[in-house]
């Protein structure tokens, strides 16, 4: 494999505004592969959690980046969404005097028939292949043909290495054939179900148990009631082992280098590179020597032996905090509030207390600052350098597809009111730098948040782009809008 010192890699994930199940494997893998020090720099970025495709590429200062989609198929996402949200041309992309090297989704990689025969003989230990149907679960979808491919890729590729099942079948969840009819698509007596997803999220936690008769209705997810992975379950006769969906397996880190390695073999491209300094970490270092020591509800202590020690704002010079250690911990910490729900979003003004974070060099103190407040570095240094570009509103929910393609339509008064309502520094704390369109500002109760809002010894969060949780409330606005326009019903 050639060396990455100089480049940075970036893992793409889904992300969810509910619960963290969906992004933890990938931030997982990411932490297992920045620990072997292959790259110079690995983060991750999400279509549904902080930060996203736009923003991501302000974390990094590498010249070279690698991107590798942690999605199952080259699907929809892959071919039309990631490209489009990245803003590549295709394999490889210049732009800004970088070089983008778009890689395949980790899903169709080959060696992921390695993962899941070692899932299956996890789950089921000691049970004979031969009387062993594995039966391997997908999504399914009419968006793109290539949904399912990796699926049933994989289930070719072990029927045609003859690893001893009895038989094995692709499944999937809303389309033919359904994982609702495995007590019909098999006839061996035990049965081996592993969800070819990358995440423990609903699907795997909740939807596919209550078809595959595990449970008789959705209420709480599996991982909820203590009963998930307690196998096997007696059903229709048969034994049947669930697995834990494949992306939750440690060594995906393994099968995301894989398709890196395969990239620079495919395209040819050389090992040979040159090394520059870090403009982010010379930036983050004049910060704190400018008496910079604060950043959203974080307050940044630099210690005399060079070190570093971050707490909640509130609990300056307060004792008897939790103490933490490394860099990633941040990630855990900001990731639920005091009463234990989910942060979805960062910037919101709910970051937990009675905690402290003692960081050796200025590498992890970027990192954790990194995880607490995801590109709030690189855009502030941006900013300062005059490179930072935000993307209009409109511009936003224009290039919106699928069920969120109406977000568009809500009225320019409809959009300033909704930004004042979800955008106040009650909710966020991030300052925003786009306008409506490119000719026209916000205004109104939306007009507020483009006026700086944090002290002067602090470094500002801004933000580029509208989130998710604007597109949603958006595409609200607008369904409700067209709902009331609708003629009334005379019954």
Not at 17 to 39: E, Y
Not at 371 to 385: N, R, T
Request: hydrophobic share 40%; charged share 20%.
């Amino acid at each position: 494999m050639n060396s990455h010192q100089h480049a940075a890699l970036i893992i793409v994930g889904h992300g969810s505004t509910v619960n963290p199940d969906s992004s933890a494997p990938t931030h997982l893998h990411a932490d297992a592969i920045r620990q072997r020090g292959i790259f110079r720099e690995v983060a991750c970025c999400f279509w549904k959690e902080e930060p996203n495709m736009r923003e991501v590429f302000e974390m990094v200062d590498s010249d070279v980046i690698y991107i590798v989609p942690n999605f199952i198929s080259e699907g929809y996402f892959c071919q039309q969404v990631l490209p489009r949200e990245l803003r590549l041309d295709g394999p490889v992309t210049h732009r800004d005097g970088k070089t983008i090297y778009y890689c395949d989704p980790v899903g169709i990689h080959p060696n992921m028939t390695r993962l899941i025969l070692q899932r299956a003989d996890e789950v089921a230990p000691g049970v004979p292949r031969d009387r062993t149907s594995l039966v391997i679960v997908g999504h399914g979808t009419s968006l793109n043909e290539n949904s399912t491919k990796a699926i049933q890729d994989q289930v070719a590729l072990i029927r045609g290495g003859h690893y001893g099942f009895a038989e094995v079948i692709d499944t999937y969840m809303e389309e033919a054939p359904f994982v609702a009819e495995w007590a019909k698509l098999t006839t061996s007596p035990d049965v081996v179900i592993v969800p070819f997803f990358i995440a423990d999220g609903l699907h795997s936690f909740q939807d596919i148990p209550v078809l595959l008769g595990m449970r008789e209705e959705i209420g709480a997810a599996l991982s909820e009631s203590g009963v998930f992975h307690h196998n096997p379950h007696q059903l229709q006769g048969r034994l049947l082992y669930y697995s834990g969906a494949i992306g939750t397996e440690p060594h995906m880190a393994d099968v995301i280098l894989d398709q890196v390695n395969d990239f620079d073999i495919k395209h040819r491209i050389s090992s040979q590179f040159t090394v520059r300094g870090s403009p982010l970490n010379d930036t983050l270092a004049a910060w704190l020597q400018q008496g910079r020591d604060s950043i959203g509800e974080i307050a940044i202590a630099t210690n005399a032996d060079g070190s570093f020690s971050l707490c909640h704002i509130a609990d300056r010079d307060q004792d008897g905090l939790q103490v933490h250690h490394a860099a990633h911990d941040a990630l855990f910490i900001a990731r639920n509030d005091a009463s234990g729900a989910f942060r979805p979003l960062h910037s919101a003004p709910t970051l937990n207390r009675g905690w402290r974070l003692d960081l050796a060099t200025l590498d992890e103190l970027r990192l954790a600052l990194d995880f607490f407040y995801p590109a709030a570095l690189g855009m502030a240094h941006a900013l300062e350098q005059g490179k930072l570009a935000s993307v209009p509103l409109r511009e936003v929910l224009g290039r919106q597809t699928g069920m969120y393609r109406f977000a568009n339509n809500i009225t320019d008064d409809q959009a300033h009111a909704m930004i004042g309502k979800c955008c106040a520094n009650t909710k966020c704390l991030r300052r925003i730098l786009w306008p409506l369109t490119t000719s026209q500002p916000m205004a109104n109760e939306a007009a507020s948040k483009t006026q700086p809002n944090h002290d002067s010894n602090a470094i500002p969060l801004l933000c580029i782009e509208a989130c998710t949780h604007i597109v949603s409330a958006a595409r609200k606005v607008a369904r409700e809008s067209f709902e009331a326009a609708q003629p009334k019903s005379a019954d």
